[in-house]
């Protein structure tokens, strides 16, 4: 089946630093991929929707400069953390949604864990 | 605009019990539901969707869910929980605002299953 792969699955970064965060669709193409946030315990908050080839749209909330994302192909997105700070520690967590031929499925990725120290 | 209420923050049943977990939501479309399952320290997994064919929904590990329009429900069900079933899950429906129908989440429920 359709799989969505995150990278990296875990990772740590001083504060002040930028870490970056990618989502691939493995096999089938996702003109939109979505970023999502999670805090322990609660559920996801969406961040931003990502379209390929266009800027992304961000949620209420969520700060455009700091969490920068690109789209730059049908099967690849990223997110950027940028100046890293303890507050951004979270599960980040992609989706991605295959065509109308396949249902216009979304497929999560398994998310990423990002520790700021 | 959408919304889902997952009735329950944490479920607790014996293993070998029904499971019931319980989801209302509002629509101001003919909404698309979800049940995603969230083991710890995994991803998203889906278990099962509706998407206006039939009412009564069957996913996968056993687990069904049932569309009742009138009660605006998509409950989750399961006749016996196994220990394997501990997790959460979230209840999900699609908000078909322009094309990119996001996907607008419950908060979770905890299920715990007990020997």
């Known amino acids: 089946g359709a799989v969505v792969s995150q990278h990296p699955s875990r990772v740590i970064c001083k504060s002040g630093t930028s870490v970056k965060i990618e989502c691939r669709s493995l096999d089938f193409q996702a003109t939109t991929m979505f970023w999502y946030r999670q805090f322990p315990k609660q559920s996801l908050m969406l961040m931003a929707t990502?379209?390929?080839?266009?800027?992304?749209?961000?949620e209420q909330g969520v700060e455009k400069d700091k969490f920068l994302i690109n789209h730059a192909s049908l099967t690849l997105s990223t997110l950027t953390v940028t100046s890293a700070h303890p507050e951004d520690s979270s599960f980040y967590i992609c989706?991605?949604?295959?065509?109308?031929?396949?249902?216009?499925?979304?497929?999560f990725g398994e998310g990423s864990w990002l520790t700021v120290v | 605009a959408q919304s889902v209420t997952q009735l329950d923050s944490h479920v607790s049943v014996s293993e070998g019990t029904p499971v019931l977990l319980r989801c209302n939501y509002s629509s101001s479309y003919s909404p698309s539901l979800f049940w995603y399952v969230q083991h710890p320290n995994k991803g998203l997994q889906l278990l099962l969707k509706?998407?206006?064919?039939a009412t009564l929904v069957k996913g996968i590990n056993g687990f069904e869910a049932e569309f009742k329009k009138s009660e605006t429900s998509f409950h989750l069900t399961k006749p016996s929980a196994h220990m394997s079933d501990a997790a959460e899950y979230f209840c999900?429906?699609?908000?078909?605002?322009?094309?990119?129908?996001?996907?607008?989440w419950g908060l979770g429920t905890s299920l715990a299953v007990n020997p």
């Open positions: 990502s379209n390929e080839g266009s800027k992304a749209t961000y």
């Open positions: 999900v429906v699609s908000d078909r605002a322009g094309n990119n129908r996001k996907l607008i």
């Open positions: 509706y998407t206006s064919a």
């Open positions: 989706s991605a949604r295959a065509g109308a031929d396949s249902g216009n499925t979304i497929y």
